[in-house]
């Protein structure tokens, strides 16, 4: 049997001794027929169920069930809690920051007021670097020591109070540092309602062996007046 193809459509078929067939060869149609019968991969594949735990957002919201809506809202609602309370916090904590270092009215800014006023005042240097010249580089301030040397000298032993009239009272004490000897520096500052400015009504260095020595005292004069007051109406000086 001897078989001859003429192009590709249609077929003739030759048999000897036989009339030649003809067949038809098949067409686009047929071929999208056969496509369109083959089951997709995408309807055959089923997507995992979306749950808190695993949903990606790639899954459009229309196509989730009840069940998966209230999963990702779930989830959305704790991610959008997250976020705000770690901005609360930021906030919280750059709050206490600026009260604490950066307000002027803070403690650690009047303990920098004081600190520079003893490094720069000659006879503090002189009680605590020796006789000679010396810069205020070479005198330390810092707050109450610490056994860890990572956390030494951070924090600083104030108290602050108002008194009956509204005038604000912060009382604090550190310790500073030279070549030669150690002291404690006393300090008291004031502030009336009407002022922005803290005012000092003491500030005194204290060293082992040596007289206190004051930079400011105003509370001094004011322990005088109250020495000098009137009693059953008659003043005793």
Not at 5 to 25: T, Y
Not at 56 to 71: I, N
Not at 79 to 93: D, P, Q, S, Y
């Amino acid at each position: 049997m001897a078989s001859i193809v003429l192009k590709s459509s249609p077929l003739f078929l030759f048999r000897a001794g036989a009339r030649p067939a003809v067949f038809a060869a098949p067409g686009p149609n047929s071929l999208r027929h056969a496509t369109s019968s083959a089951p997709s991969s995408s309807t055959v594949a089923r997507r995992r169920a979306v749950t808190v735990a695993n949903d990606t957002g790639r899954v459009p919201w229309k196509q989730l069930s009840l069940g998966e809506k209230a999963a990702r809202t779930t989830q959305q609602s704790f991610n959008l809690g997250l976020v705000l309370l770690g901005a609360g916090m930021t906030a919280a904590i750059a709050y206490v920051l600026y009260l604490e270092v950066f307000s002027t009215d803070s403690k650690t800014a009047v303990f920098n007021r004081a600190a520079d006023r003893v490094r720069k005042d000659p006879e503090c240097l002189k009680m605590l670097a020796g006789e000679g010249r010396h810069t205020k580089r070479e005198i330390e301030a810092h707050g109450e020591p610490s056994w860890s040397r990572w956390a030494r000298n951070r924090t600083i032993a104030s108290r602050h109070e108002t008194d009956r009239a509204g005038m604000e009272h912060t009382y604090l004490h550190f310790y500073v540092e030279g070549p030669v000897a150690k002291g404690t520096v006393q300090v008291h500052v004031t502030k009336r309602p009407d002022e922005n400015e803290w005012e000092y009504r003491l500030l005194a260095l204290d060293v082992p062996g040596k007289q206190r020595y004051y930079l400011e005292n105003a509370d001094a004069g004011l322990l005088s007046q109250r020495k000098q007051g009137k009693m059953f109406g008659v003043r005793w000086n």
